[in-house]
C-alpha cells in the first residue's frame, strides 16, 4: 500500500490501531484559521473578541507569563538559529540523535523524539497571515511535565499560571536546542507557542512520545497529556524514532473520562471518527472548547480539565508507572483499571481547590474590566514579528 506520508514511517506498522489515521494529503493548515484568531476578528461573538488571547488576566502572576506581558515574547526573534561557519562534520547519525536528546534535557526537557518534518504538519502562514517556508528535514520534538496538584485546580487561575510558565519552559527549551544546532553549523528553527511554524501533536506521534487521543492531545507513558510541546526542525543530520504502542484507541474508546467532564461539552462522546484535512481522527469542537474559555473570565481564561481528569495523568511514581504498563499491554484489563481510576478518583473528579494565598493580590472584578475596556480596542497579535518591529522602533528612538 502506498504512504502517502512518505517519508513518515505508516502508523499502522507499529501500531495496531492508530488513534489518527491519513487517508489522503490535504491542505496546510493556517493560523488565521485558528479559533484564537477567529475570537479577535469577532468570527466568534463580540464577547469573544473584547477578551482574548491578549487580553491581561486579572493576578499579577498569570499576568507575567501570559500577553501581552509574557516574558517568552522577548525570545521569539531568537526561535531562528544563526549559524555558524564552521560545520561540525556527521558521520553517525545514531550517536548525533543520541547527543541532541541528552542536550535537549540538560536543556529541560523531560521527553525528547525525532522524526521527519512533512509539508502536511507544516503551517501556511503565521498568526499575522505572513506565509511560511519550512524546509528543514527533520523535527525534534519535546516535551516538559505540568505540575500535576496545579493542574487538578483547573479551571482557576492557578492552573493557568502552570500553562503559562510551561510555555515559558518549552520556549527557552526550544530556542537554547535551535541555537545550539547553529553553533554545530546546521540550520535549526526553534517553533514555540505563540510563534509556531509546525503543528506540535502530529509530529509528536510520529516521534514516539506516545498517542493521539479523543481530546486532541498527545497521550504519553510518562505523564499521559499533562504536558507541552515544542519542535526544533533542522537540516543537522539525526536517526528518527517511530510511532508507539500504547493500545490508546482501545482505551479511549471505553473511557470518555474527557468527555464526560468537559464543561464546554466540546470532546466528542462517540467512536465515530470524520476526516479533517485529510486526517480521519476525533473532532474536537475548538470554538466550543474557546468559549467556555472566555465564559467567566475573571474567574478563568482558559481549561485544562480534560487533562485533569485523564486515567493516563498521575503523579510519576512507581504504582502507576506499573498501571501504565498494564494498560499498554492489555488491553482486557482496560475496563477493570477505569473501575478502579472511578473508584479512587471520581467519574467526575473533583476540582481541586487552589491554595486560599493565592486571591490575595488579584485585582478587584469591576478594575479588572476596566483594564478589558482599556486594552481590548486594537490590541495587536503579538507576534515575532511585532516584537522584531517594537525593538527596531525602540533603537530609532
Not at 64 to 83: D, H, I, Q, Y
Not at 116 to 126: G, I, K
Request: proline share 6%; net charge positive.
Amino acid at each position: 500500500m502506498e504512504n502517502i506520508m512518505d517519508p513518515l514511517p505508516r502508523l499502522q506498522d507499529y501500531v495496531r490501531r492508530p488513534t489518527f489515521t491519513p487517508v489522503k494529503l490535504g491542505k496546510r493548515f493556517k493560523q488565521t484559521d485558528q479559533v484564537f484568531v477567529r475570537a479577535m476578528r469577532g468570527e466568534l461573538g463580540e464577547d469573544m473578541a473584547k477578551v482574548n488571547i491578549t487580553t491581561p488576566p486579572p493576578h499579577p502572576l498569570d499576568r507575567t507569563v501570559f500577553s501581552p506581558n509574557m516574558v517568552r515574547a522577548l525570545l521569539w526573534p531568537g526561535c531562528e538559529a544563526k549559524v555558524h561557519e564552521y560545520k561540525v562534520p556527521i558521520s553517525d547519525k545514531k550517536k548525533m540523535s543520541s547527543h541532541i536528546k541528552e542536550v535537549a534535557k540538560e536543556f529541560g526537557a523531560d521527553l525528547v523524539g525525532i522524526t521527519y518534518l512533512h509539508q502536511a504538519f507544516v503551517f501556511e502562514n503565521d498568526r499575522g497571515g505572513e506565509p511560511i517556508n519550512l524546509t528543514h528535514k527533520y523535527a525534534i520534538v519535546m516535551a516538559k511535565e505540568m505540575n500535576y496538584q496545579k493542574i487538578a485546580t483547573s479551571p482557576s487561575w492557578y492552573d493557568h499560571f502552570e500553562v503559562g510558565k510551561t510555555y515559558h519552559d518549552v520556549t527557552v527549551l526550544g530556542v537554547h536546542l535551535a541555537n545550539y544546532i547553529g553553533q554545530l553549523g546546521y540550520r535549526a528553527r526553534a517553533s514555540v507557542v505563540g510563534n509556531d511554524t509546525v503543528v506540535h501533536v502530529p509530529l509528536a506521534v510520529y516521534a514516539g512520545l506516545g498517542e493521539y487521543s479523543r481530546m486532541g492531545r498527545v497521550i504519553t507513558k510518562e505523564y499521559g497529556p499533562r504536558v507541552r510541546l515544542c519542535t526544533v526542525t533542522t537540516d543537522l543530520p539525526l536517526e528518527i524514532d517511530h510511532p508507539v504502542d500504547f493500545n490508546v484507541e482501545h482505551f479511549c474508546e471505553i473511557c470518555r473520562k474527557c468527555a464526560i467532564n468537559c464543561p464546554g461539552q466540546s470532546i466528542p462522546l462517540g467512536n465515530e471518527k470524520v476526516e479533517i484535512r485529510g486526517f480521519l481522527k476525533w473532532d474536537e469542537n475548538g470554538d466550543d472548547c474557546y468559549r467556555f474559555w472566555r465564559k467567566k473570565p475573571y474567574k478563568w481564561q482558559a481549561c485544562s480539565r480534560c487533562i485533569a481528569v485523564c486515567p493516563w495523568n498521575k503523579p510519576s511514581n512507581l504504582f502507576h508507572k506499573f498501571v501504565a504498563t498494564l494498560a499498554i499491554k492489555f488491553t482486557w484489563m482496560h475496563k477493570l483499571l477505569l473501575f478502579f481510576d472511578d473508584l479512587c478518583y471520581g467519574k467526575k473528579p473533583k476540582i481541586r481547590d487552589q491554595p486560599a494565598s493565592y486571591e490575595d493580590y488579584m485585582m478587584k472584578e469591576e478594575d479588572y474590566w476596566q483594564m478589558v475596556d482599556s486594552t481590548s480596542a486594537d490590541q495587536a497579535l503579538l507576534t515575532a514579528k511585532s516584537i522584531n518591529r517594537t525593538k527596531s522602533e525602540k533603537q530609532k528612538t
